[in-house]
């Protein structure tokens, strides 16, 4: 049976990989994107060079209309979708004494409220087909809070709690809502951390994970892969870490202390 996943953000990064991953699994995939047309062209190129199918699709996720239109676009053109991947993120390293309102909700608006619409918009379907999954990447910063990111933290943090209510009220549907908490990924964003406090990441991942190195986003990609698949049909309301152990260690661990 053909189905359709919608990854959010993934002209690049970790949303880059997660649709690159479920394309190999055989799912069509609607890459979103909010500015960088040419690396979500990219993006679908790769995904038919494998021999996938997919097509990219514009839209700030944090905004309703958008996502209605986007849906809109993706049920025309593909098909209606039965696996939802909300990825789309964004952080700034800002202490709160410094923030201003507007840039709080955007923390909020981009990290969280996305989720909210968009799981809304694609709910109705895979509770008429009797079969969805949804998958929402979060961070180690929503579960132990770090220091100059509480905005994202806090986003973060209600992702979870989104997670595991929603998965309750699905109870019997056939779908299945996990959260999938990333830590520190060799990506633009998870990268900028870092220089933003002048700190080579490599000397920071040798001390402060219990690894001694940064995820790559495949690695996210795969932990995917397997909550979408049948193999975890029983798994539901969970938050699965794949954070080099650095949660074990501690929000500290960000400033290096």
Not at 4 to 23: E, K, N
Not at 194 to 201: D, K, M, S
């Amino acid at each position: 049976m053909r189905k359709v996943a919608l990854v959010t953000g993934s002209s690049r990064g970790i949303g880059r990989s997660i649709a690159l991953r479920l394309a190999k699994d055989g799912f069509v995939v609607a890459v979103n994107y909010r500015k960088r047309e040419e690396e979500a062209k990219k993006t679908v190129k790769a995904i038919k060079e494998i021999g996938g199918e997919a097509e990219h699709f514009k839209a700030d996720v944090s905004k309703e209309d958008e996502v209605e239109r986007m849906f809109d676009e993706i049920e025309e053109r593909l098909g209606k979708v039965s696996v939802l991947v909300n990825n789309a993120g964004w952080g700034l390293l800002t202490p709160i004494i410094q923030m201003d309102v507007g840039l709080w909700d955007r923390h909020i608006n981009v990290n969280l409220r996305s989720v909210f619409l968009c799981t809304r918009r694609a709910l109705p379907y895979m509770i008429e087909s009797g079969w969805g999954r949804i998958i929402n990447i979060t961070s180690i910063a929503g579960l132990i809070g770090l220091g100059g990111l509480a905005a994202y933290s806090a986003a973060k943090a209600g992702i979870i709690g989104f997670t595991k209510a929603l998965a309750q009220e699905l109870k019997g549907t056939g779908i299945t809502v996990n959260a999938v908490a990333s830590g520190f990924a060799k990506t633009k964003m998870g990268l900028s951390f870092f220089e933003a406090q002048n700190i080579p990441p490599e000397e920071w991942a040798s001390k402060w994970t219990l690894t001694g190195k940064l995820l790559e986003p495949d690695e996210i990609a795969e932990v995917v892969s397997f909550l979408v698949s049948e193999k975890a049909s029983n798994i539901t309301g969970q938050v699965i870490v794949i954070d080099s152990g650095t949660t074990v260690i501690g929000s500290a661990a960000f400033f290096n202390r």
